[in-house]
């Protein structure tokens, strides 16, 4: 890991982006270089079994070819930009003769329609909808959900900060999942509680399965005597409910989440159709961890639960079988009239 293997980063990143020849393209290239699998992923990694002075003077490389990278990805970013308005306004000509154009209905928005649909099914099963705030405190995004200042897991998640403070004088954020709502809710309502928390969050990523952008339906079911089971049969009938079909399987396989304990990933299988035989990770799931139940203000040696998270997109495009998270927010009429 030397200054060469940096330098040439840099200069691979800027041939990447130079052959992009429209921003889905220059997004995909971003991906390779500085997505959380990219090509400087490996490097930060390697920062952690180092020794203090080997540290720094990798970390200072590597901070130096990230802004390199950073720097030609703006800068090409701008460049199709521009090419893309001298088309348009050299490709497009008025004619004031043709008719004037009729107004057309509107319909709904595919996850629109998702959305209700999902409330339908959970408000049929005593589940209450509750929203909260976009723009987050560390405490509510963070800490209250086990995730302490120093706490490794705060790295899964690119995060949005803005230039404002909370009164403990850390930064303001774009919240990265909507799992605060349910420790905004459970701090002011007692037990049971049977809670989904919905809307946009907000993450530094993009590419054709992830947008800076997205929506989190997440569950929450707490009381005296809920468990594993209670999940199991819930999502269970959620899914059904949701792909209209008794032929699926569901599983559950072991995972990690600082907020739950034992924590557990969502996979279900078509029996039938296109996606016949194939897994599909469709949620994250597990027990409520004790000291997330402690921060509600409850005692988990008497109130315990379970929180399951799912992307509205996702299960949108197993619904559908789009393969383009990024059609979604194109306005692409050609795509949304499908729907």
Do not use: C
Request: net charge neutral; no cysteine.
């Amino acid at each position: 890991m030397n200054s060469e293997n940096l330098n040439n980063l840099v200069k691979e990143a800027k041939n990447a982006f130079r052959l992009a020849l429209n921003v889905a393209e220059l997004e995909n290239a971003k991906a390779k270089f500085l997505g959380k699998s990219g090509a400087l992923a490996p490097y930060f990694e390697k920062l952690a079994s180092l020794e203090i002075g080997e540290k720094k003077e990798l970390g200072k490389k590597l901070n130096k070819s990230k802004l390199e990278i950073e720097k030609l990805l703006v800068g090409r970013r701008q460049q199709l930009k521009e090419t893309q308005i001298i088309k348009e306004l050299h490709g497009e000509e008025i004619d004031p003769s043709l008719p004037g154009r009729g107004k057309g209905f509107g319909g709904w928005h595919p996850l629109t329609t998702s959305l209700k649909r999902i409330e339908e099914i959970f408000q049929s099963m005593s589940f209450r909808f509750v929203d909260g705030p976009e723009i987050e405190t560390d405490w509510y995004n963070f800490t209250a959900l086990n995730n302490p200042k120093d706490h490794p897991a705060r790295s899964m998640q690119d995060t949005f900060y803005i230039n404002n403070f909370d009164s403990d004088g850390l930064k303001l954020l774009l919240r990265t999942h909507t799992s605060p709502v349910q420790v905004r809710y459970a701090s002011k309502n007692e037990p049971p509680i049977r809670i989904i928390s919905y809307g946009k969050t907000y993450r530094v990523d993009s590419d054709a399965t992830h947008s800076p952008m997205f929506h989190q339906i997440e569950g929450l079911w707490i009381g005296e005597n809920v468990n594993f089971g209670h999940l199991k049969g819930l999502y269970k009938t959620f899914l059904k409910h949701f792909f209209e079909t008794e032929d699926l399987e569901l599983r559950f396989r072991p995972s990690f989440f600082p907020f739950t304990e034992p924590s557990a990933e969502i996979d279900i299988k078509f029996s039938s159709g296109k996606l016949q035989g194939t897994w599909l990770e469709v949620a994250g799931a597990g027990q409520v961890h004790p000291s997330v139940i402690r921060n509600f203000g409850f005692d988990p040696e008497e109130i315990i639960g379970f929180a399951f998270g799912t992307g509205l997109e996702r299960l949108t495009m197993i619904r559908h079988g789009i393969t383009d998270l990024r059609l979604f927010y194109e306005n692409d009429l050609r795509f949304l009239r499908q729907f």
